[in-house]
């Protein structure tokens, strides 16, 4: 029995698409039908969802980059942003992530904030893991390629836990955000910063004051 199966690719680099398209044709099952639109562009993107709405054909599977210029009205600033719209607009259909972010902390926003059913590194990908990643969104999600898996197993093996705001403390230690400066980024005092500096350092049993063996630390148990 065929199956038609309605995607939609988004990413601002026309060969890269290319390449996913001809992937995907080249290694569909015989009882797959793909139908295929490209978007390079947030308002591409936004306008073909919206128009398989209208049209009362929507897309089943969205593959999205991450890195996109944004929007011309600037309401979506990113990949990020315009999955989160898809959710909302499409909710049935799935959603695969590919981005060149490796970073735990933006793995770990992107699979708590968009919830993908695949989600692959781009320094992962090879043909045979996006015809891979392909099936098993199609069949059996989540697929989560190598690097996402890594992490995964780290931050699930740690006994260490900490909440979004530690990781993200953490995250822009690693980008060079001085700490009188986290407040701008946090939206929380600075005292309250320093609390939750103090608090990382005994979880992850720093015994120096330096922000550098802290970060160091979190690195080697896959926080950073």
Do not use: W
């Not at 990020?80 to 972010?101: G, N, Q, W």
């Not at 990908?125 to 999600?141: C, D, G, I, K, M």
């Not at 309250?192 to 608090?199: A, G, H, L, M, P």
Request: glycine share 2%; proline share 4%.
């Amino acid at each position: 029995m065929q199956e038609t199966i309605r995607i939609l690719m988004t990413d601002d680099h026309p060969m890269i698409i290319e390449g996913y398209q001809n992937t995907l044709l080249a290694t569909k099952k015989e009882t797959q039908e793909l139908q295929i639109d490209i978007a390079n562009t947030c308002d591409q993107s936004m306008q073909l969802m919206q128009r398989s709405i209208e049209d009362e054909n929507p897309y089943d599977i969205l593959f999205m980059d991450i890195s996109l210029p944004p929007s011309a009205d600037e309401t979506i600033t990113s990949g990020e942003d315009l999955s989160k719209y898809a959710r909302e607009i499409l909710p049935e259909a799935k959603i695969v992530i590919l981005t060149m972010f490796n970073e735990p902390y933006r793995i770990h926003n992107i699979i708590k904030e968009i919830k993908p059913e695949g989600f692959v590194v781009k320094s992962d990908l090879t043909s045979r893991e996006l015809a891979s990643a392909f099936q098993a969104v199609v069949n059996n999600p989540p697929f989560y390629s190598t690097t996402v898996t890594r992490f995964l197993r780290t931050t699930l093996e740690s006994e260490i836990e900490i909440d979004d705001i530690d990781r993200k403390i953490l995250y822009l230690l690693s980008q060079g955000v001085k700490t009188k400066s986290l407040t701008n980024h946090l939206g929380v005092s600075t005292s309250s910063i320093e609390k939750r500096k103090k608090n990382l350092k005994e979880v992850f049993s720093v015994l120096d004051s330096q922000d550098e063996t802290l970060l160091n630390e979190a690195r080697k148990k896959g926080f950073l």
